[in-house]
C-alpha cells in the first residue's frame, strides 16, 4: 500500500508555539508562541545568514530596530489571539521565498524565538485562499 499523508493545512493546537511566514513577508505568532517571549510591545529581527536561523527577540519599543507587534482577530481585547509583525523588509533582506505562507515551530534560545529554515515547514493556506479556489474549480467544472 501506497498511503500519503493528508496535509490538512490548518492551525495546530493553540498550546504548540508557531511562527508563520505569511505572503509578502508579514510575521504571526501565535499566543503560545508569543508568550514565550513575555509578549513584548516590539520585537527585532535577527537573521545568521550561515545556519539560516531567524531570531525574534523582544526589544523596547523606542529601540532603533523595533518592530511593533500587534494583536489580531476576536481575541485581541483579552490579550489573545495572533500577533502580527511586519516584516516585508526583513524577508527581503534576507532573500527567503514569500509566494506562499510558511509556518515553522520555534524554539527558545536566551530569551528569542529560533526558526530554523532548515527545518520543514508547514503550508499554510487561507479560508479566503480555498474558497476563491473553490469558486474557481466549480466554475471549471460547470463550463466542461
Known amino acids: 500500500m501506497a498511503f500519503e ?6 492551525a495546530p493546537a493553540s498550546t504548540i508555539p508557531t511562527v508563520t511566514i505569511q505572503k509578502r513577508g508579514m510575521f504571526s505568532l501565535n499566543d503560545a508562541a508569543f508568550r514565550l517571549i513575555d509578549e513584548p510591545e516590539a520585537v527585532q529581527f535577527m537573521w545568521d545568514a550561515s545556519a539560516k536561523l531567524i531570531a525574534i527577540q523582544a526589544v523596547p519599543l523606542t529601540s532603533p530596530n523595533a518592530y511593533p507587534t500587534r494583536r489580531q ?24 521565498d514569500t509566494t506562499v505562507a510558511k509556518r515553522w515551530v520555534p524554539r527558545v534560545e536566551d530569551n528569542m524565538l529560533i526558526v530554523d529554515l532548515n527545518e520543514p515547514s508547514q503550508t499554510v493556506t487561507s479560508p479566503r485562499g480555498k474558497s476563491q479556489e473553490t469558486a474557481a474549480e466549480a466554475t471549471t467544472e460547470a463550463n466542461e
Open 5 to 10: 499523508v493528508f496535509q490538512k493545512g490548518s
Open 73 to 96: 482577530g476576536p481575541g485581541k481585547d483579552a490579550n489573545r489571539g495572533i500577533v502580527l509583525i511586519a516584516g516585508t523588509m526583513f524577508t527581503k533582506y534576507i532573500g527567503i
